[in-house]
């Protein structure tokens, strides 16, 4: 089972270091994940994915869709929440909104830091 990196990712780096396989790196300005080395951190010291564990969006890194069926599946219920405003809960906006204040108080720091 492999993880991928979504268009919600704000680049805050966070899961890069901790990943165990060294599967994630920066292409073209982009996070993402070799699929050819993510074991989804099965036989390594963690009980769940690193990736996931330490990101700070809901979404910006998720489990892949291993085959046809998973993969439509998965793009039905996305669809759905949408249609039925599952996504725009109080806690969704909450931590969207909380998201993005952090990658810019990350990206201040790493200006300063740089100066
Ligand atoms: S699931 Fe584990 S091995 Fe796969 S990219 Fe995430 S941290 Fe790395
Ligand atoms: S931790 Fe999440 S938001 Fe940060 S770079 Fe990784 S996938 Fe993107």
Known sequence: MTYK???KCISCDLCL???PTGAISIIDGQRTIDP???NGCVDTLYTVPQCVA???????????????????????KKCMDKLTNKNQD???????A?????SEQLEKKRSSQAA
């Open 36 to 38: 050819n080395l993510c």
């Open 90 to 96: 109080y806690w969704e906006t909450w931590f969207t």
């Open 5 to 7: 990196i979504t268009a």
């Open 54 to 76: 330490g990101c700070p969006t809901c979404d910006g890194c998720v489990k892949q869709a291993n085959n046809y069926w998973e993969c439509w599946f998965d793009t039905y």
């Open 17 to 19: 270091p901790v990943c």
């Open 98 to 102: 909380y998201s993005q204040k952090f």
